[in-house]
């Protein structure tokens, strides 16, 4: 498998019926010569990956006013390009990741036909931090809102991986006008916050986490998280994964989400109404899967279906196959859930 051409993604999907309708782009930032936006660190000229070079020509900063910063928010995120016939996906990531993670799957779902958001969840990805804003639970959760009172306006099919998978039903219980259905991927929700870092002096927290940042930290994880991967397409994913680190409010941000306590939704699983798709790598070796087995018993009303030979990251090794359970279960009527 190469870094530069994915072998494992399939020719273009056909679709017929979606809304051709441009969405009006008010908010403008500088490009530089090579096409990405001039508020990505320079480090993406050394990003092989051509789908993630792609996706991150489209990044683009939207502003957003939360009810705990005194300013707007400049918020990255990829908008789609047409407005489809069912309720927008919203792509969130996983834990100190960004947007790109989505690289290989979104091009499916759009071409499919859906309206498809990449969100940089508060505190990680490509937004604009200057100002330090607090990147607590609460904070991340009001921000995500915000943006979709501002953007997109109508009930959205949340996806969340692994650690998104918290923040997604977060704010489905808190918020639930704004999430029609959930979609969870090797889902990280049954761990109890940050536990005990959250107790950790400062100076502490500060040296933890430029350890997260560190070259063989992230390359050992990647070596963990996918399944089969060769070493050229490991160093190349993480350098990807690891882009958003290289800001200067990075460190910062993490401390504050990892002192604050961090995600604790235990309590709020079985108070999910929406209809909901588990998604499972067969293979992930982060997450066992007696855990989606557990997730999907204290689910109201969910279905869960596994991606073979696939680890922790379904929608990254597996996107042909991750887009096809997406699409399908977006294109469905709620009451057809049963047959997914």
């Known amino acids: 498998m190469s870094a530069i051409s994915p072998s494992f993604l399939p020719p273009c999907l056909s679709f017929n019926s979606f809304k051709k309708t441009q969405f009006n782009r008010s908010f403008h930032f500088r490009v530089y010569a090579n096409g990405f936006p001039s508020f990505l660190p320079k480090e993406i000229d050394n990003i092989k990956d051509p789908f993630a070079l792609n996706l991150a020509k489209r990044i683009e900063r939207l502003p957003v006013q939360s009810t705990f910063s005194e300013t707007s928010i400049m918020s990255s995120c990829v908008r789609p390009l047409i407005q489809g016939n069912t309720d927008p996906v919203v792509l969130l990531h996983g834990f100190d990741s960004s947007c790109l993670e989505w690289r290989y799957t979104y091009p499916l779902l759009e071409e499919a036909g859906l309206e498809s958001w990449a969100f940089d969840i508060l505190g990680w990805g490509f937004s604009d931090l200057e100002r330090r804003p607090s990147c607590d639970v609460a904070s991340k959760r009001d921000h995500l809102y915000q943006f979709w009172k501002s953007y997109i306006k109508r009930p959205m ?169 997406i699409i399908k279960f977006a294109q469905q009527k709620s009451a057809l859930l049963s047959i997914v």
């Not at 399944?227 to 680190?245: A, P, Q, Y």
């Open 157 to 325: 099919i949340l996806v969340g991986p692994s650690l998104g998978a918290a923040v997604a039903i977060d704010l489905a219980v808190n918020h639930p006008e704004a999430v029609s259905k959930l979609i969870l991927v090797d889902a990280s929700v049954y761990s109890e916050g940050t536990g005990n870092l959250a107790t950790l002096p400062r100076v502490f927290a500060y040296a933890g986490v430029s350890l997260l940042k560190s070259v063989p930290l992230r390359f050992y994880v990647n070596r963990v998280a996918f399944n089969n991967v060769s070493f050229e397409t490991s160093l190349d994913w993480m350098k990807i994964g690891r882009l958003h680190c290289l800001y200067p409010w990075w460190e910062d941000a993490t401390v504050d989400f990892m002192t604050s306590g961090g995600y604790n939704v235990v309590s709020l699983i079985k108070q999910v109404k929406q209809q909901t798709l588990i998604i499972w790598g067969e293979d992930d070796q982060i997450i066992e899967y007696k855990l989606a087995v557990k997730l999907h018993g204290e689910l109201q009303e969910a279905k869960l279906r596994q991606i073979p030979e696939c680890g922790h990251l379904p929608h990254v090794e597996k996107p042909s196959a991750a887009a096809d359970l």
